[in-house]
């Protein structure tokens, strides 16, 4: 028995299910079901199902009951998985968000020790050890970027110095604001001091605190405010599937919870007012750091109107709109003494005292930039025979960034030309490897130490705007033609599919937005989803090739179906059944009428559905596919029920029943007549509806089909009264129990136990 009672992880229990999956394989002596079998067997599509076999994505509970049973489950498997999945999801509830926000051990994140500006979404890591907080602590508060929803902040920055003035503003302005905009150019350590300063005020907030990278200055281009805010609310706990549509209705749930909970929020490198104004959040207990290069017009207003006077040392006066709450404080680079603490910080202070000199001709070369410095610091730290003099006197004549590529190793400089010709945001290791056409984990961890790229969330990697500015000259036409080539043959990222297009490669195109399609809708990026399988579309109708199109038109339709999207997902239906049907797959154009009647179902259009139920019928026919007539007759009988046109109904369930029963498959026909009882209710033919399910409960016993024994002595009991009922519920109860199902606890609540 395939046993998932410790199971408690996503990983583990998709390894289970390929064990099920070679188990299946072994008894029928044949080879594993393909995903294209599975597919074609539920529906669903393949993408998905890949993604429940490798760990992507948790499969929804019916989804996981149907693949269990394709892949030959005892019920007694059926009931531990159902429990294990249960498990899963209540620990996901408790750690909303692990998949985005995974601790990174006890590696800094590169460049944010300095003004990174990484182009990924959340950066998260270990909570340091916190200075000590500007205020008292309310009682019951967390510690740092552990509270509430357990989302830690960035690792505090190593070698922060100086700022004090800046820090004395924020103190000044925090209490009293919705937002502080802290503001200045490319390197000067705006991020750095987000960080700091969220450290020391991250116990006031009970509600937890996160950073998110906005990408302002990013050359992929800004973080769309839909994409930014749904990456917030599901840090925040919110399932996908619980997403409300629409930026409105989004942006009121996310006011909600951040009125609630008091969360801290550090909304890096934003682009401008718009981008940032639905992530503000409500007046409460919750506020937002935010950092741009320059001022959000819209959101900061007119000087002074805080009444705070002027601030202490250079600081300009902060900048308040008394409409939406908002402060900013604006950073130039850092003074020589600030400069020269965060050196001696990072490369020692007893080699900064020994050359004092050699120390200031390095802050001078850097421009008392903290970026600069930071990567300089980096590369210093790690040479103890380099001259400080020296360094000073090389990085004056090319620059720090020039100075520091010319000391990374061969293939460390491959790699960051090849991160420079990346089209997306972020990277992934196997990004790396298929760069450098090799294995990339030493290059991109002599990256990571050189502090030029750094870790923005589990396995995700980036550069600071300006170090991708210099990878991206750094990187001649025909070898960043080369690299982008080598992402598009071998890669599978939604960032890529453009790219892919514009080099016309349309095969690698569409396989990219299916093998992307799965994560998509696991995530909730379901605007994305749709736009990827846009492209799978478009790439198709350039090959000519009407099974890619079929299969590309009825994933987008299951997108466009996420997002309430209803017409459209109709519309993608039936091009494509009628795509599948003119390449001669008449099968898989049932399955999209079948498809279309069940959203027309949900949509309470059950005539139209009855009309997609026949045309159903008639094509699983000319396939010759007894099942799939079976099933199209099954969903008949209930649609005509819904109808309440009975004589069709009761015939399309009996007809069901007996493609069923001349099949032999006792299993089946035991859930035809399951079915049947429940089309009998639907017409309100109570005597008839107990017949069947009674005749069910028997056949379902008889199998020793535990699982389905206790659904359907739940069914029966719920349609008795009194002792009859009571005994069926224990019995359900009895079985629930046994098995470790958690619909235990639902018949319990029946019972009043």
């Keep these: 028995m395939v046993d998932p009672s410790g199971v408690s ?39 998905a199902i890949g993604a429940y076999f490798d760990g992507r994505a948790l499969p929804p509970a019916e989804r996981l009951d149907a693949l269990l049973r394709l892949l030959g489950a005892t019920p007694a498997e059926c009931g531990a998985f159902a429990s294990a999945r249960s498990r899963i999801e209540a620990l996901a509830e408790r750690v909303p968000a692990r998949s985005l926000l995974s601790a990174l051990g006890s590696a800094p994140l590169g460049p944010l020790a300095a003004d990174a500006s990484p182009s990924g979404s959340f950066a998260v890591g270990p ?17 740092a970027g552990a509270a509430g929803p357990g989302l830690p902040l960035p690792p505090a920055p190593i070698g922060f110095a100086g700022r004090a003035g800046a820090i004395a503003r924020l103190d000044r302005l925090v209490p009293g604001v919705r937002a502080v905009v802290l503001t200045g150019a490319g390197g000067v350590g705006k991020t750095a001091l987000a960080v700091h300063y969220g450290h020391r005020i991250a116990d006031r907030f009970p509600g937890g605190a996160l950073l998110l990278n906005l990408r302002g200055c990013d050359p992929t281009g800004p973080l769309p ?6 990456m917030v609310l599901a840090a925040l706990g919110v399932a996908p599937a619980d997403l409300p549509l629409g930026m409105a209705a989004r942006t009121g749930l996310y006011r909600s919870l951040t009125a609630r909970r008091g969360v801290l929020l550090l909304l890096d490198d934003a682009a401008d007012a718009d981008q940032v104004r639905p992530l503000l959040p409500a007046a409460g207990d919750s506020i937002a750091l935010v950092t741009a290069r320059a001022p959000l017009t819209g959101l900061a207003a007119a000087a002074g109107e805080d009444g705070a006077g002027p601030p202490t040392g250079r600081m300009p006066p902060a900048l308040l709109s008394e409409v939406d709450g908002v402060g900013a404080v604006s950073l130039d680079v850092i003074d020589r003494t600030e400069a020269r603490a965060m050196l001696a910080a990072r490369v020692g202070v007893e080699r900064v005292g020994g050359e004092p000199e050699g120390a200031d001709r390095i ?7 903290p970026l600069a410095l930071a ?18 006197d090389a990085v004056a004549e090319v620059g720090a960034l020039a100075w520091t590529y010319a000391r990374l190793g061969p293939a460390a400089r491959e790699l960051l030309r090849g991160f420079g010709a990346h089209p997306g945001p972020d990277f992934s290791a196997a990004d790396a490897t298929i760069l450098i056409g090799r294995s990339g984990a030493d290059a991109l961890a002599e990256l990571v130490r050189a502090q030029l790229v750094g870790a923005v969330r589990a396995g995700r990697f980036a550069m600071p705007a300006l170090v991708r500015e210099h990878a991206a000259g750094r990187t001649p036409p025909k070898e960043r033609k080369a690299l982008q080539d080598r992402l598009v043959e071998h890669g ?26 799965g994560q998509l809708d696991a995530e909730g990026r379901w605007d994305e989803r749709i736009a990827a399988q846009g492209v799978a579309i478009r790439a198709a109708e350039h090959l000519g090739d009407p099974a890619l199109l079929a299969r590309a038109k009825r994933a987008q339709s299951a997108a466009y179906l996420r997002t309430g999207q209803h017409e459209a997902a109709l519309r993608r239906l039936r091009e494509a059944a009628d795509c599948f049907l003119a390449q001669g797959d008449p099968a898989a154009a049932a399955r999209c009428r079948q498809d279309l009647a069940a959203l027309l179902e949900s949509m309470a259009r059950f005539a139209e559905a009855i009309v997609h139920d026949e045309l159903a019928l008639a094509l699983f026919r000319r396939a010759g596919d007894v099942p799939g007539r079976a099933a199209a007759h099954a969903a008949a009988a209930w649609h005509y029920a819904l109808a309440g046109r009975a004589a069709e109904a009761v015939a399309h369930g009996e007809e069901a029943l007996a493609l069923h029963g001349g099949r032999g498959d006792r299993r089946e026909v035991a859930a035809a007549l399951a079915h049947l009882g429940r089309v009998h209710a639907a017409l309100g033919e109570r005597d008839r509806s107990l017949e069947r399910l009674r005749a069910a409960l028997d056949r379902f016993a008889e199998l020793g089909d535990r699982l389905d024994e206790a659904h359907t002595a739940t069914r029966l009991g719920d349609a008795l009264d009194g002792a009859p009922a009571i005994g069926l519920w224990r019995r359900a109860h009895a079985i629930y129990e046994r098995l470790g199902h958690p619909s235990a606890a639902t018949v319990a609540a029946r019972l009043g136990i």
Excluded at 375 to 392: C, K
Aim: hydrophobic share 45%.
């Design 492 to 517: 599978s990222e939604f960032a890529i599919l453009g790219l892919a297009m514009r080099r016309r490669r349309y095969r690698d195109a569409w396989r990219i937005a299916d093998e992307v399609d």
């Design 375 to 392: 990567i300089v610091s980096a590369r210093v730290a790690l040479q103890p025979e380099f001259r400080l003099g020296a360094v000073g």
């Design 225 to 230: 405010p839909a994409d930014a805010l749904r």
């Design 363 to 369: 802050i001078t070369a850097c421009g008392r930039s």
């Design 9 to 47: 992880t996503l990983d583990e229990l998709s390894g289970l299910l390929r064990d099920l999956r070679r188990r299946q394989a072994r008894r029928v002596r044949s080879s594993p079901l393909s995903l294209g079998e599975l597919a074609a067997r539920t529906g669903w599509p393949s993408a």
């Design 127 to 143: 909570a340091p050890a916190r200075p000590a907080a500007a205020g008292p602590a309310p009682a019951g508060a967390a510690p």
